[in-house]
């Protein structure tokens, strides 16, 4: 029988092989099939390379787009701290997909999600731009590398 070589790459994940051109086959398949579960364990990074503007140095993150909001502030301890709230929802918008947020993205996702308000969100902004955990961007905002790693 003739070799065969292969080369894929799912996501970030990368495979390659080399033998019997049917043994090949049956890895294409095998890999082919679980394509899917592959990505949502390591989606790939969304920067300049991969047709996105660059702007957001987190991107889509899957693990936490698919919690809620609730979820996720439990998590990050932010249910009470006004500041950290308007923080970890903004992270939280941002792994949705929104690249620049306006403070009153915030505001109605903490409503959606039967959340208490907060009292002043643009002093909140404010006082996270302060920080450096957030950047302004004309009416918008995006969290940054600092701010998701206070968190």
Partial sequence: MSNAKIEVNVGQIRFSGEGE???????LDKILAQAE???QLVP?????ENGGSGMNPMGKDLVIAKKTLPAFLQEKGATTNQ??????TAVWLEAKGNSRIQ?????????AANQSKL?????????????????????????????????
């Fill in 83 to 88: 500041v950290k709230k308007f923080l970890a």
């Fill in 21 to 27: 051109q049917d043994w090949v086959a049956k890895q």
């Fill in 119 to 151: 009292g002043n969100p643009a002093n909140s902004l404010n006082q996270n731009v302060a920080k450096g955990h957030c950047e302004k961007d004309g009416k918008q905002f995006f969290v940054t590398g600092d701010g998701k790693s206070s968190l």
């Fill in 103 to 111: 403070t009153g993205d915030i505001t109605k996702a903490l409503s």
């Fill in 44 to 48: 790939e990074p969304h920067g300049e």
């Fill in 37 to 39: 579960k592959l990505i």
